[in-house]
């Protein structure tokens, strides 16, 4: 017999990480769309009205006549996507949590909250624990649960495994950001084409302390960050699609080329064992090509969920350098979002 | 009276950095040029005929139809700017420079030959002294003068006011780089369209021994290289011209940041001060804007001999991190070719 | 002793048209702009501060600190460069025209009005007559001239020394237009990026209309639009600056192709002989090599002003087929209305 | 019991069409690819050695290790498909065929060959009967079978059902092509980057001609070409697969707008009918939205063998004006022989 599959909403359904989500759940084995809100300007209208859908599949058949929902608590149901600017999701996403809801947050707003959970599922699944902390979760049930940034999500997910085997000390990070980070319209093409913009506000700040966070301990009922030195330098380039970054690193303890490689493809997908259906395989893959990863080659390797790594080399300043790309909507938005509720709902956050 | 103009020659004047040469002599004060040899390929036609011109202002009439000779020192002028490959460069260079040319040379075969200066202006006019240690100048007056590669010409700019006022003891650059610094054809745009390419070819290992002899010390008739750690991390992106660099630095000792824009832009011109008419009157721009520099606005400032910085703030691994950016075809190849002819000729190294 | 320049006012002066009339009137002999207006948000602050300057070439000194005025013919100037969106264009345009100014309008807004010129210089400098007609003129001595839209003018240049000397029956046109023809922010990076729109609204209708009115005649105090048939498919592509637009053309009387390449090299350009300083002297470049014109080369040419045509063919549905390329916010808006304003002065209305 | 496969081999491995060949075969129903070769300087190498690999699925497994042979028939598979350029097509593609071999030629050299059949399965299956005409298949069974020129397929496929119901007088197609089109690395990065190149050699002559073969009439045993004037403009544009058309047409007798779009949709596809594996559901796709079809998001459709149609509205010289997207390399190349040589398969050619 098939099993009832898990209502969910998604606030802030029309823009470009919104489409993603309705993307990804379109074929969902535990989830299924039931509900879709958006600003004020779309409510009320069938979702393919209200949408310039931006994806190369085509909008699903199941959301086109979907009539967008106000963006209230009042009859959404109890597992909520939300894909809102952080202003917006500082207002909202307390009400839904308040009214019950298990509010999967991609937005920034929360993230470094003490009692809310920025979680990768494959680097820090423990974390989870944090949301007992929360006010909501005590009184209706509800919580926020958050994933990284766009940019750090890749970084953290490539630095896991050496942290935990080697240690980590000093982190040095150039990001060469795809547009689709910034949304839609988002950057202009007057300003990107043959171009690069040494600027994304407030991405230095959030690389930064995220990556802290994702790599702190659990301790009693808060997060101790991890104490490592760290620089991000961000940029925006005419990719689309994929976020690349060179990345130097000071471990603890010295490790050989070959010994990181092995850390870096043995890297256990917790998810993937767990049974998530969105972890990929690999949480990373080694390119060992001397030119990649590369966003046009690499970009969808594990249906955009595995991080890419390559070039691994000696570092004159630290101890090695190497690139890491991956999928800023998928694995840096959308995908993050859409595991972090696998894992609750194996972990029995969802029922 | 008008003084009579020195006879110049262009070794390698079909390529894109010829090209570039080609059209920074259109009017020259102080050269002209009469002499320009290719590729057999090339020879004997009309340089018209012989080139594929590139650039936005059209091909000099001068040169039109002035004839492409074989690349031999046989009839060719004392003063010759060469824009080869390394491997030709390699066989070439010495024949000219046997033949007692002097040759004013772009490509990387002598850049860190002991006895060769590797130049900028600006930065190290002193190490033009090397040039009495060839074996060539001591036999037929004929010497090799070298610049930096297009990837290390704008961050060597750019820190040499820090190293000389604050010392520097670390260096982190990541670049990213135009698609004109790989020639023509060059990038195919099947491999750059909406992508990175985090590699270049034996270009980390330049940009950091070349930076270390440009900020070298000339110590009795040899450099000692600049002591400092440094590290690179290369890569090309979809921008015509403009190479844009991330970097942080560690100094020797402490500076506020008012001081470091104060050396950035208050470093003196000396080329400009000697009177040479391809020396930007400002070596550096220091961009107050927030997401400036950017090769889109800022890459012809100074006719693209003035080097932009940006961003200046502090740094969580070493001490500060800015934006770096010039432009690679004329600060970094043809036009810091000429600016070291310049300063050969007021050097009294060309009568 | 140097004559007095005249004052002039920009309204719209903050976007991509009216940064190009402040750059373009920077060192005008005749002109000097003493007045900006944009919408409220910008009002009462220093241009510096109001503007996102998007230009390649520094704002000009001179209004850096100039106040921004509301947009009101209270105090403005009596020539006035109008760089407004249709809508805002229609509301305002007739009110400083009623005030007794100059009204030298970038807008679509009144282009078809039948007392309204639609001038080229080049083309129909005679049309300006038909501003006798505006009620305004008659009421204060104010009136409103109008350039054509981007992509109809290089079209129109092209095709007017063919018209004249040998009639046309029939136009077709395809566009590849530039997505600085849109505004700023105007087209999404990710929608142009790797991609084509073969979309740009009422672009086609416009393109078609205006053509008729510009190569229209004059008669009594009207015009009568030329009787060609015409159609145009508009497209949207990843380029900076330059439409590029292919044309199939069928003449009134045949023609040989020398005989249409000295048509339009030999084409007279009216402005440039009255004096206009904006005017190129060139108004038409034949460019022989087979794929020319290329935005990438040929957009500057005379300064921006002129009009590239290339790659003149027999047409197997038509006569003849070629492709033109003209600069889309010189040539294309800014140019045009400042070229227009020179030909007014000369032919006594700016008095 | 599992039929066998039919073994196949690949000319022209390494490039871009050939690598899609491979893609494309994969996991193919009826042929398995067992043998590859290339130019000279591939030989003896396993492919995986031989091959730049550029597409964004990962090379097949079986292909890796298979060593790539001469150009030769000599113990080559009966089946073979071409993708060589014209020149080395010219002198290979009948050495196969005089051996025996079913040559399946995306090449251009034969295409206008009165007794090669140009074929699009959608189209002309008929014209196959040509190929009783070949000497080759009287004396060894061998012939060879060409699809079109990637400009034209799409173009032709979109024409079909319009020429057969309503007739078609004339045909005018400006073009904007993507880059791979002209292969691996084929356009370089400095000639399309924010650029338009409106010339590519020898493609207007090979559409205009092509089409008029596709469309003509098998009679006895040549065919007739299609009678209609055609004119095409063919540009080069900044986008990497999906060839854009802006098309107008004259029918030979009236049709309504609706009427013409029935036609589209309705266009049954004879390959798909007939079970052919690569054929796609819908051979027209006809976009209603105002502003597709664009690459970016349509190039895809039916795994890139569907031809996407839009924007139907009069045109002001002739009848009708639509846009025309398809992919170049797949409905344009290696898709196009493919599905050649399944309906060679279902007609009993390679038995």
């Given at each position: 017999?098939?099993?009832?599959?898990?209502?969910?909403?998604?606030?802030?359904?029309?823009?470009?990480?919104?489409?993603?989500?309705?993307?990804?759940?379109?074929?969902?084995?535990?989830?299924?769309?039931?509900?879709l809100a958006a600003s004020d300007r779309s409510e009320g209208k069938p979702y393919s009205e209200a949408t310039r859908w931006r994806l190369k599949t085509p909008m699903?058949?199941?959301?086109?006549?979907?009539?967008?929902?106000?963006?209230?608590?009042?009859?959404?149901?109890?597992?909520?996507?939300?894909?809102?600017?952080?202003?917006?999701?500082?207002?909202?996403?307390?009400?839904?949590?308040?009214?019950?809801?298990?509010?999967?947050?991609?937005?920034?707003?929360?993230?470094m909250d003490p009692s809310v959970p920025l979680v990768i599922p494959e680097v820090n699944p423990d974390h989870l624990a944090l949301l007992e902390q929360q006010?909501?979760?005590?009184?209706?049930?509800?919580?926020?649960?958050t994933n990284p940034n766009c940019s750090a999500i890749g970084l953290v997910v490539a630095l896991a495994p050496l942290y935990r085997q080697f240690g980590i000390e000093s982190i040095f990070v150039t990001t060469m950001q795809a547009v689709s980070g910034a949304g839609y319209p988002g950057v202009a093409s007057l300003d990107i084409l043959g171009n690069?913009?040494?600027?994304?506000?407030k991405e230095e700040e959030k690389m930064e302390e995220e990556t802290r966070k994702l790599l702190g301990k659990l301790n009693g009922g808060s997060v101790v960050d991890a104490g490592f030195r760290m620089t991000a330098h961000c940029n925006r380039v005419a990719v689309e699609d994929g976020h690349t970054e060179s990345v130097s690193i000071k471990l603890n303890q010295p490790a050989e080329r070959e010994a990181i490689?092995?850390?870096?493809?043995?890297?256990?997908?917790?998810?993937?064992?767990?049974?998530?259906?969105?972890?990929?395989?690999?949480?990373?893959?080694?390119?060992s090509a001397a030119d990649r990863p590369q966003p046009r080659f690499d970009v969808d390797r594990g249906n955009g969920m595995t991080v890419s790594v390559g070039?691994?080399?000696?570092?004159?300043?630290?101890?090695w350098k190497?690139?890491?790309?991956?999928?800023?909507?998928?694995?840096?938005?959308?995908?993050?979002?859409?595991?972090?509720a696998e894992l609750l709902r194996v972990q029995g956050y969802l029922s």
């Open positions: 017999m098939a099993q009832l599959k898990i209502s969910v909403g998604i606030l802030g359904a029309t823009g470009v990480v919104g489409q993603r989500f309705i993307q990804m759940l379109e074929a969902h084995p535990w989830f299924e769309v039931a509900w699903p058949v199941q959301v086109r006549d979907m009539v967008v929902s106000p963006a209230s608590a009042n009859g959404a149901p109890k597992v909520i996507f939300a894909a809102l600017d952080a202003g917006i999701a500082r207002e909202l996403e307390p009400q839904f949590a308040a009214a019950g809801c298990a509010v999967v947050s991609n937005s920034s707003a929360f993230r006010c909501w979760r005590k009184q209706s049930g509800g919580y926020i649960v690069v913009i040494p600027y994304i506000a490689i092995e850390a870096l493809t043995g890297f256990k997908s917790i998810p993937h064992e767990l049974g998530c259906p969105s972890a990929p395989e690999q949480a990373i893959a080694y390119e070039r691994l080399r000696p570092c004159g300043v630290l101890d190497f690139t890491v790309l991956s999928h800023n909507t998928i694995r840096g938005a959308a995908g993050a979002a859409l595991l972090n």
